[in-house]
T-cell receptor, first 117, second 120 residues
Framework: NAGVMQNPRHLVRRRGQEARLRCSPMKGHSHVYWYRQLPEEGLKFMVYLQKENIIDESGMPKERFSAEFPKEGPSILRIQQVVRGDSAAYFC???????????????FGPGTRLTVL | AQKVTQAQTEISVVEKEDVTLDCVYETRDTTYYLFWYKQPPSGELVFLIRRNSFDEQNEISGRYSWNFQKSTSSFNFTITASQVVDSAVYFCALSEPRILFSGGYNKLIFGAGTRLAVHP
């Protein structure tokens, strides 16, 4: 079974460019989470998506950041007009669909390290 | 507010020593989950354990053991007879379960991590 896949693993952008980060969840998983890890810090929740729906984007900056999880294809985290402060590791996690009121373990991808020059 | 505190920023031990990583959490939820993840130098996050708030039994998996104490809001992680391959950053995390009509999900709140260095 393939795990959560993220690409690219490393991404370098100049200030003002756009960054697109991709995440393919584990087979059978329909929940996707994005987290950001700033240098020397723990991970911070950004957004939670199900197929074609953003459920919770309370951790995502209001401007320049967007996320999607289309019916077909990977989840995309998009950062427009990147700034140096966006340099971080961005992790995607997936978990399976569960019944109401339950929760499940999130399995993480290897992360995308974004460097903004 | 929910919060996870890992007071030990860095720990350095010599191989074969036992080491305990502390984790203290705060939550108003009565139902919650606690997790430990390992982040080796390669950078990925490896799931180690998940524990729900109703299960206070300690757990042992090989050289790893976890001590969950609700009375002190702690979920400590002990590595027995540490090895160089245990060198990594270890994160404790607390989930905020959210109920939806269509199912549940949880947002993880991570501690800042403890960097463990095991020397030969």
């Amino acid at each position: 079974n393939a795990g959560v896949m993220q690409n690219p693993r490393h991404l370098v952008r100049r200030r003002g460019q756009e960054a697109r980060l991709r995440c393919s969840p584990m087979k059978g998983h329909s929940h996707v989470y994005w987290y950001r890890q700033l240098p020397e810090e723990g991970l911070k929740f950004m957004v939670y998506l199900q197929k074609e729906n953003i459920i919770d984007e309370s951790g995502m900056p209001k401007e320049r950041f967007s996320a999607e999880f289309p019916k077909e294809g990977p989840s995309i985290l998009r950062i427009q007009q990147v700034v140096r402060g966006d340099s971080a590791a961005y992790f995607c996690a997936s978990s399976p669909q569960k019944s109401r009121g339950s929760t499940d373990t999130q399995y993480f991808g290897p992360g995308t390290r974004l460097t903004v020059l | 507010a929910q919060k996870v505190t890992q007071a030990q920023t860095e720990i350095s031990v010599v191989e074969k020593e036992d080491v305990t990583l502390d984790c203290v959490y705060e939550t108003r939820d009565t139902t919650y989950y606690l997790f430990w993840y390992k982040q080796p130098p390669s950078g990925e996050l490896v799931f180690l354990i998940r524990r729900n708030s109703f299960d206070e039994q300690n757990e042992i998996s090989g050289r790893y053991s976890w001590n969950f104490q609700k009375s002190t809001s702690s979920f400590n992680f002990t590595i027995t007879a540490s090895q160089v391959v245990d060198s990594a950053v270890y994160f404790c995390a607390l989930s905020e379960p959210r109920i939806l009509f269509s199912g549940g999900y949880n947002k993880l709140i991570f501690g800042a991590g403890t960097r463990l260095a095991v020397h030969p």
